[in-house]
């Protein structure tokens, strides 16, 4: 069964506009931890974030935030006023054990035109 | 953060050749190693799992004596493509296990003609 569920396939969005991508996963385990990453058409994966299953604050970083909800299971990111550089894929991750071993998921790919 | 090296960034081989790829952590010591392969538009899947002195895990349906590790030390994994084919070209990335983090090499993208 897939661990982590990112419905979005593909946003596009007009420079300045904010983008929320979602993130649902799955895990029995008590402690997990949460990731994101973006990933620009060079290839490597940029850290964007980690979250532990104890640690419900949510986030927020220059442009970036994030909300995380147990109850929902939920990790959510939001690009506030979208930037042509922001264009990118952007992948969710869970790990249910140290040292990391991510599940992906599909990825979310986001289009921002100036 | 901690620094991963991964090389080459690319390789373009002949269909029944062998391919390496390295990956080395810079600054820091680790026993436990991951490689992912993702194909063109796709997500990245873990394919093995290796721990320093000891061999590798494979996932469901990776193939171990086409993709052989080597986890020679704390510092180096190699990962080796055997006898690649065209359907081998896809995008490696090597994963170096951390506690806090996991830190990413830079991915090699391999093409098989």
């Known amino acids: 069964a897939q661990k982590v569920t990112q419905a979005q396939t593909e946003i596009s969005v007009v420079e300045k506009e904010d983008v929320t991508l979602d993130c649902v996963y799955e895990?029995?385990?008590?402690?997990?931890?949460l990731f994101w990453y973006k990933q620009p058409p060079s290839g490597e994966l940029v850290f964007l974030i980690r979250?532990?299953?104890?640690?419900?604050q949510n986030e927020i970083s220059g442009r970036y935030s994030w909300n995380f909800q147990k109850s929902t299971s939920s990790f959510n990111f939001t690009i506030t006023a979208s930037q042509v550089v922001d264009s990118a894929v952007y992948f969710c991750?869970?790990?249910?054990?140290?040292?990391?071993?991510?599940?992906f998921g599909a990825g979310t790919t986001v289009t921002v035109r100036a | 953060g901690a620094v991963v090296s991964q090389h080459p960034s690319w390789v373009i081989c002949k269909s029944g050749t062998s391919v390496k790829i390295e990956c080395r952590s810079l600054d820091f010591q680790a026993t436990t190693m991951f490689w992912y392969r993702q194909f063109p538009k796709q997500s990245l899947m873990l394919m093995a799992t290796?721990?320093?002195?000891?061999?590798?895990?494979?996932e469901q349906g990776v193939e171990k004596d086409k993709f052989l590790i080597n986890h020679a030390s704390l510092t180096l994994s190699t990962l080796t493509v055997t006898s690649a084919h065209p359907e081998d070209s896809s995008f490696y990335i090597c994963s170096w296990g951390g506690y806090t983090e996991a830190f990413f090499g830079q991915g090699t993208r391999l093409t098989v003609v």
């Open positions: 290796s721990n320093e002195g000891s061999k590798a895990t494979y």
């Open positions: 979250r532990n299953s104890f640690d419900e």
């Open positions: 991750a869970l790990s249910e054990a140290s040292p990391h071993k991510l599940s």
């Open positions: 895990t029995r385990d008590t402690t997990y931890y």
